[in-house]
C-alpha cells in the first residue's frame, strides 16, 4: 500500500463530494444547482488546501458555473473540426460556456508521464545540503586569511 | 520689425549674400516637396490641409479615454453569481428517496474515513474526524434548540451554508435549520455525536481548513 498521505482526510472529502454531485445528479437529472453546491464546495476546499484535482476530475467541472458536466444531461459533447484539426468540444448547457480539446492521441498529460511519479523524481535535497556546508566552510575560511 | 523680417531680399542683397530668391510658385513647390520628404505617409491633401492656418485654441482638453474592452473572463463575479441563483435548489424536487443514495455514500464515507468503524473503535477519534468532514448526506436530529419547534426534526443534511442546514425530512419537506443556537446529533453506525451548531457557523468548505480549539464553554 501506499505510505502515508498527508491530507489524507481532505482528499476523502474531496472524493465524496465529487461522488456526492454525481449521485445527487444520476437521482435527479433535474437536480443542477446541488451537484453544482457541491463541486463548488470541492473547488473551494481543494483551493484553501491547495490540493491540486486529476484532470479527470477538472475536465468534468464547468469553470465558471462549476456545474458538473455529464454529456447528455448538463453538456453536450460534440466532434468539431477547425484548421483541420479534429478537436472535442464540452459545452456546458446552463452557462454555456465550452471546453476544447484537441484530439490528439500522442498527448501526455503531466500525471501520465512517468516522472511525474514521486519515486522516480530527483532528490534536491541532498545537493542543497552540500551546498550549505561548502558555503559555510568558505565563511570559515575567510577570517584565517585575513 | 515683423515688415523687415517677411520682407523679401532686394536683389543688392541678396547677390551680396550670394542667395538666390525664389519666386512664390518656387517656394510653394520647395515647401510642399520638403513636407512630402519630412510627413512620409502623409497624402498630398492631408498636407495642405495642415499648412491652411487654423484657429488654436489655447484650452486644457481632456482626453477621452477609450473604453477599453472588457477583459474575457471564465469566471463569474459574486454578484452575477447571486443573479444567477447558482445554488438554489428548488424545494419542489426534492424528495427524501432521492437522497437515501447520498446517505448511503456518505455511511461509506465516514467508515472509509474512520479506517472502518468496529464497537471498540474510541468515540473521541470519530469526533475529531467528523468535525473534518462533511456533513451533506448525514442524517441528523435536532435535540436541543432555543426555538422549540425545531425539536425533534430529523433529516438528510442536502446542503450546508454558512448558517444554515437545509434538511429533508421523511415527509419531503426541506426545511431550513439555523445553526446558531442548536444542537445536532449525528448517528453513524450505532455511535452518536453531538454538534453545537453555535460553533459550526462556518462555510463547509471553511471548516476543512479550520483548527478548532479543545476548551471553551458551550451554552445555548
Ligand atoms: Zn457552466
Known amino acids: 500500500m501506499t505510505g502515508h498521505v498527508k491530507d489524507k482526510e481532505a482528499f476523502q472529502r474531496l472524493s465524496f463530494l465529487y461522488q456526492a454531485a454525481h449521485c445527487v445528479l444520476a437521482q435527479n437529472p433535474e437536480n443542477v444547482e446541488l451537484a453544482r453546491f457541491y463541486c463548488h464546495t470541492q473547488k473551494t476546499i481543494s483551493k484553501r488546501l491547495v490540493l491540486r484535482q486529476d484532470p479527470s476530475v477538472k475536465r468534468t467541472i464547468c469553470k465558471r458555473c462549476y456545474s458538473l458536466l455529464l454529456p447528455g444531461i448538463t453538456a453536450t459533447v460534440r466532434q468539431r473540426r477547425h484548421y483541420g484539426q479534429r478537436r472535442t468540444v464540452v459545452r456546458c448547457l446552463s452557462c454555456g460556456l465550452t471546453k476544447r480539446f484537441l484530439n490528439n492521441p500522442n498527448y501526455k498529460l503531466w500525471s501520465e508521464q512517468p516522472e511525474a511519479l514521486l519515486e522516480n523524481q530527483p532528490k534536491p535535497e541532498q545537493n542543497t545540503i552540500v551546498q550549505q556546508n561548502q558555503q559555510k566552510e568558505k565563511k570559515k575560511a575567510k577570517p584565517d586569511t585575513k | ?81 447571486r443573479q444567477l441563483r447558482l445554488f438554489e435548489i428548488k424545494a419542489e424536487q426534492q424528495r427524501y428517496n432521492l437522497f437515501l443514495p447520498l446517505h448511503n455514500l456518505w455511511k461509506q464515507y465516514i467508515r472509509d474515513l474512520c479506517n472502518g468503524l468496529r464497537a471498540d473503535t474510541q468515540p473521541q477519534m470519530i469526533q475529531t474526524k467528523l468535525l473534518k468532514a462533511d456533513l451533506h448526506g448525514s442524517l441528523v436530529t435536532v435535540k436541543k434548540s432555543k426555538c422549540p419547534s425545531y425539536v425533534g426534526l430529523s433529516g438528510i443534511i442536502v446542503q450546508e451554508t454558512k448558517h444554515i442546514f437545509k434538511i429533508i425530512t421523511k415527509d419531503d419537506k426541506l426545511k431550513a435549520v439555523p445553526k446558531c443556537n442548536t444542537v445536532f446529533s449525528v448517528e453513524v453506525d450505532d455511535f452518536i455525536s453531538y454538534i453545537y451548531g453555535s460553533r459550526f457557523q462556518l462555510r463547509s468548505s471553511e471548516r476543512s481548513a479550520k483548527k478548532f480549539k479543545m476548551k471553551g464553554s458551550i451554552d445555548l
Open chain 2, 1 to 81: 520689425m515683423e515688415g523687415v523680417i517677411y520682407k523679401t531680399l532686394s536683389s543688392a542683397e541678396a547677390k551680396e549674400l550670394n542667395i538666390q530668391t525664389q519666386g512664390p510658385k518656387e517656394s510653394e513647390a520647395f515647401v510642399s516637396a520638403f513636407l512630402k520628404r519630412c510627413l512620409p505617409g502623409l497624402r498630398e491633401e492631408v498636407i495642405q490641409e495642415r499648412l491652411n492656418r487654423k484657429a488654436v485654441i489655447l484650452e486644457h482638453s481632456v482626453k477621452q479615454k477609450k473604453k477599453q474592452k472588457r477583459k474575457r473572463r471564465k469566471g463569474l463575479s459574486a454578484k452575477e453569481k
